[in-house]
């Protein structure tokens, strides 16, 4: 059922249930990150930079606001949002089915082209 609606992450909690939820669960928890993380390091991206950049590819999004409580945090954030994303990394992820074929990932940068 979760994985019907788009769910991909299961947070299994090791330290609940004596270990029981992975192996119920199986490796996928472990494997998954990893997965991730290689896909992401062959596009040469940061998981910071793609995860402030996939929301914007949904239509209904215009804007994300992060919590922030620092200039540092502001620029940080800023900067993050203006590294461009290589489309091959959201095209990847869909072909491992780390995020689902029909959910649009934005692989611009800066603001989006519907705000003005």
Known sequence: MARDAG???YDTAPHLGLGLSEKRRGAAPITRPRTIADVRTAHGTALPA???AFPYGR???IDVTLGMRSPEQVARYV??????IPEGLWDDLRAQELIRSDVPADSGHGRSSRCH
């Open 7 to 9: 769910i991909r992450y």
């Open 50 to 52: 793609a995860a402030t």
């Open 59 to 61: 239509p209904s999004i």
């Open 79 to 84: 900067e993050l949002r203006r590294r461009h």
